[in-house]
Nanobody, 119 residues
């Protein structure tokens, strides 16, 4: 499966941004991760093929993951952005059940898209 992220950019704190990931074909687990230099990749939102979702505590209530199978896109809507949300965001796909926020459960990754949040 090929994954291609888009939608990153610079936004002021409190603002919103929507990331999109185009995928070549669906996988059982798909999600969004983020990483800042010097830190491990962090799972923030995942979606399984049954519609189940999981969010990291740090983004609950602010981020929403959704998928459009017809368009083959996986979106991440982000509102109320904070300085600590600045990172490179990656789309990931995997087939290991149960789907989790652990990056080790995902085999395919996009190149990432950068999000900058200014205060």
């Amino acid at each position: 499966v090929q994954l291609a992220e888009s939608g990153g950019g610079s936004v002021q704190a409190g603002g919103s941004l929507t990331l999109s990931c185009e995928y070549s074909y669906d996988q059982f687990c798909m999600g969004w991760f983020r990483q800042v230099p010097g830190k491990e990749r962090e799972g923030i939102a995942i979606l399984d093929s049954g519609g189940g979702v999981k969010y990291a505590e740090s983004v609950k209530g602010r981020f929403t993951i959704s998928k459009d199978n017809a368009k083959r896109t996986l979106d991440l809507q982000m509102i109320g952005l904070k300085a600590e949300d600045a990172a490179r965001y990656y789309c990931a796909a995997g087939h290991r059940f149960p789907c989790s926020l652990s990056s080790s459960n995902y085999e395919r990754w996009g190149q990432g898209t950068r999000v900058t949040v200014s205060s």
